[in-house]
């Protein structure tokens, strides 16, 4: 793997990117303006710090603050990876919570306006590897929100600040991912190795351009994949452009961030940070507030695959004769609670598997972002639509090593061995003379496996692109979607009275419905 880019200073980095952003309030009358000015603070903003914020605040918008549990909580709840007995605010397994933790609101005035503001100080020439990073990530940011909510504001946000302009349109998806797809492609061709970059402001690369240039074509693979069932045309031809430009495909290039049991919230690991404050806040307390636990059907598919990865996720906890609980990771004791199949907590609660304290809920864990497990599957589905000379099966036994090397970056816990690699490759070969669906289940499924607790946007997309792996959604009394799975996040209705006109632009060109059940514009009803 590669070398560790740690969160040191955290707190330092974190009060001089407030810092940068703050704009003093100067007094107008002669002689009084050094008493407006405060001594410990800069009218001057500082690119790199600015990008570091832009990069915690990004990465931890699900988690923390309002946005809350979106992930964990709900994603993984809709895609039966967890489950909760109980009805909570934002319990995704039972499809009841209307608008709950929602990182729309959350997202414009954290990630989104960190990255417009940075790239619009980035005018110099000599920074044009600085704006090329900050361009990327910006795409970063914004498919996340643009996969989750469809039409967004995205040309005019955050032009309050600049033109006054406070009611921004929402774009179309389509707009917004040719115009992704096409800053992907300027922002690779434009670095210069002459030039400085962000160095180690960069949590993820320390500033390396070419590990850059591999994720923004990365990005661009993803991307393009997400237009097969929309635009094959286009999918193809920017799968094509993405693979020829060089992706992520091997360990040293994985983009993460490695975060620290530090005494501040930004310094610790996201997921683990949602999951201690919710149900796990006591691990000797196996009978949690919140009702939650590891779904079903991810427990159950991980026994019958015999996938090593089950031992690092999942553990049961134990009552000791001498007191207290111990977390047992013995595979046939682990057992998933059904989705949407209790109202109260059942008396064998005790009996259902949880996250693993000592990978899943530690605070000094790294935060993926983007991975060689991910790009490989995206390869082994480029082959087999024929848009990619490799073979079909290479790149997913590929992206399988991979998926479960990643977890090494766990520390010890999560080091899973060659031998147990290659026994679960012969035990679960891939299927090359099944059918293409057979084939597309395979790989997809392999990704929900393979991103559980590190990347549930990616598993919702590809569900919704491909309709696997299959789920069988509940029925919970009281559901707003008529028991089926969500299929997007509902916008706040807070929209519909601070950007009324565009608000309602949006709802009617996506089938006049704020709903789980609208569509966004690439996920095609079949």
């Known amino acids: ?186 922002a690779a061709n434009a670095f210069d190795l002459s030039l400085p970059s962000f160095d180690q402001a960069d949590l993820i690369y320390g500033g390396e351009i070419s590990k850059w240039k591999k994720f923004a074509y990365s990005m661009m693979l993803r991307l393009g994949m997400r237009l097969t069932k929309v635009d094959n045309a286009a999918a193809k031809l920017w799968v094509q452009k993405a693979i020829a430009g060089g992706v992520i495909v091997n360990d040293e290039d994985v983009a993460f961030v490695q975060y620290l049991d530090g005494s501040q919230i930004t310094s610790r690991n996201p997921v683990a940070f949602q999951l201690l404050a919710g149900n796990y806040s006591n691990q000797q307390d196996p009978y949690n507030r919140e009702g939650g636990k590891i779904a079903h059907k991810i427990i159950n598919h991980l026994q019958v695959t015999k996938d090593p990865r089950l031992n690092i996720l999942a553990v049961v906890m134990v009552e000791q004769p001498t007191g207290g609980y111990f977390a047992d990771t013995t595979a046939a004791l682990q057992k998933g609670l059904l989705n949407g199949a209790h109202s109260t907590v059942p008396d064998d609660f005790v009996t259902y598997s949880e996250p693993n304290p000592n990978t899943v809920l530690k605070y000094e864990s790294p935060m993926l972002v983007l991975t060689n497990c991910d790009m490989n599957l995206n390869l082994a589905e480029a082959a087999l639509r024929g848009w990619y000379p490799g073979d079909a099966k290479t790149a997913y036994e590929d992206a399988v090593r991979a998926g479960m090397k990643q977890w090494a970056l766990w520390g ?93 632009d949006a709802k009617a060109r996506q089938g006049g419905n704020n709903s789980y059940t609208a569509r966004v514009w690439w996920d095609v009803a079949e």
């Open 1 to 186: 793997m590669k070398s560790i880019l740690t969160i040191k200073n955290i707190n330092v980095v974190y009060k001089c990117v407030l810092i940068t952003t703050v704009f003093l309030l100067l007094s107008c009358d002669k002689g009084f303006e050094n008493l407006n000015k405060d001594p410990n603070k800069t009218t001057e903003l500082i690119p790199e710090y600015l990008f570091t914020q832009a990069q915690l605040s990004a990465i931890g918008l699900d988690y923390k603050g309002e946005g809350y549990r979106n992930a964990n909580q709900v994603m993984s709840g809709w895609m039966q990876q967890y489950a909760n007995c109980i009805v909570v605010s934002g319990g995704g397994d039972k499809y009841t919570e209307e608008n709950g933790f929602n990182n729309f609101s959350a997202a414009y005035p954290g990630p989104v306006n960190d990255i417009e503001t940075l790239i619009r100080e980035l005018s110099d020439p000599e920074e044009i590897n600085k704006l090329s990073i900050a361009r990327i990530w910006r795409v970063w940011v914004y498919h996340r929100i643009t996969d989750l909510f469809g039409d967004i504001p995205y040309s005019e946000a955050t032009k309050g600040a600049t033109d006054k302009l406070y009611t921004p349109k929402y774009d179309e998806q389509s707009f917004i991912y040719m115009d992704m797809l096409k800053e992907l492609d300027e």
């Open 412 to 504: 010890n816990y999560g080091v899973i061995s060659d031998e147990r690699i290659a026994a679960y490759l012969a035990y679960n070969p891939y299927n090359e003379n099944g059918s293409f669906e057979a084939q597309l289940e395979q790989i997809q499924t392999q990704r929900w496996v393979s991103a559980m607790f590190t990347d549930e946007w990616e598993i919702f997309a590809n569900w919704r692109r491909t309709g696997y792996p299959e789920l069988v959604p509940v029925n919970y009394p009281g559901n707003l979607t008529g028991g089926t799975i969500p299929r997007r996040f509902i916008v706040p209705y807070d929209e519909e009275r601070l950007n009324g006109e565009n608000f309602l």
